[in-house]
């Protein structure tokens, strides 16, 4: 998309008009950013699309005449291009299925101070995602699974826990990867995404019906268990302590990432050490690396998604820059690593 101009174009979908005025408002009132239109339903937003060629679409899913699920689908094969969906928390399940449909991420209606820094970072960073060849690199196919099965272990470490960092692009990168996990998959996983409050149950729901393991919110000592996936409450911080047990505290009011990446995997370093492995994915931002570097530290094994799969090479880039990153991998082929590193632990 042009940015010789330095001005982001935005197309608004949104069918309460009320809010459509007050997300137009939001953008207008920043310099660098333009609203070039605004569509109150499915239908209006596909054929605006093509024509007014935004920069990025922030998209309402219930909306009418078409709805914002298909208008999706329909505005990325006509107009490949970036689209937040925004959405209130009642609507967060389905917000979630947008992003199967091709939306970038998903960020809560804007009503508050602090939501609308958080949605205009989100449009700020997004704008900026080549959509042709992001989609390209992610219909990469994995390769061959290993490691569950004869050979010798491999190199780095037999992993007792995988434990992995997001922000920006997460949820769809982490659907990607547990999608190509099996049921019998031999360790835990513990997922620390950036995510605003009331968010996670439904990224967990959505997450759970698209892999064959049981996906949930942590819960205060809950007990980890092979097979399983638990994903950090956006509303704590999460440590994970001997022996496997899950300990949701208060979350650090000086910690601008929420949930934050680095208490969790500093936590799992301390208590796997060797056995832990370490995935940080596409994000904005630095959260995670002190985390990974601590993993590194210990003697686990630590992998990052390459740049060209990642919606932002932020947090993962930072990673690799400090030199804590064992292995660099497209989003394809994360899955069969996993396996590799786990093969034969129990």
């Excluded at 799992?268 to 596409?282: K, M, P, Q, V």
């Amino acid at each position: 998309m042009g940015k010789a101009d330095n001005v982001i174009r935005v197309l608004v979908v949104d069918g309460n008009k009320s809010m459509r005025e007050t997300i137009r408002t939001i953008l207008t009132s920043q310099p660098d950013i333009i609203v070039v239109g605004e569509a109150a339903d499915g239908a209006e937003a596909v054929a605006m699309a093509p024509w007014l060629k935004p920069d990025i679409v922030t998209m309402d899913i219930e909306i009418p005449a078409m709805g914002g699920l298909e208008a999706i689908e329909r505005i990325i094969s006509l107009y490949p291009v970036p689209i937040l969906a925004v959405t209130a928390l009642a609507g967060v399940r389905t917000a979630f299925d947008a992003v199967s449909k091709g939306a970038l991420d998903v960020v809560e209606k804007p009503d508050s101070p602090e939501k609308v820094v958080h949605f205009l970072n989100k449009v700020r960073r997004l704008c900026r995602v080549d959509v042709c060849s992001h989609m390209a690199a992610r219909g990469r196919q994995p390769g061959p699974r290993t490691g569950s099965g004869g050979g010798p272990p491999p190199d780095f470490t037999l992993g007792s826990i995988v434990a992995i960092a997001a922000s920006t692009g997460g949820p769809n990168a982490i659907h990607s990867i547990l999608s190509q996990l099996p049921a019998t998959f031999p360790v835990p996983i513990v997922i620390a995404q950036h995510i605003a409050e009331g968010f996670t149950q439904g990224m967990a729901d959505w997450l759970n019906s698209g892999t064959p393991l049981t996906v949930s919110v942590a819960r205060n000592s809950d007990c980890l268990a092979p097979g399983k996936v638990y994903i950090n409450p956006a509303e704590h911080s999460m440590r994970i302590q001997k022996p496997g047990v899950i300990f949701l505290g208060d979350r650090d009011a000086l910690q601008i990432y929420r949930p934050s990446c680095n208490t969790l995997l500093g936590s799992i370093a301390t208590t796997y050490r060797e056995r832990s492995i370490g995935l940080i994915l596409t994000g904005m931002g630095d959260d995670g690396v002190i985390g990974m570097q601590a993993i590194k530290q210990a003697g686990g094994a630590t992998l990052a998604q390459d740049a060209k799969t990642s919606t932002v090479f932020g947090m993962n880039q930072c990673a690799i820059n400090r030199n804590c990153i064992d292995k660099v991998l497209p989003l394809g082929d994360i899955s069969a690593e996993l396996m590799n590193l786990v093969g034969g632990t129990r």
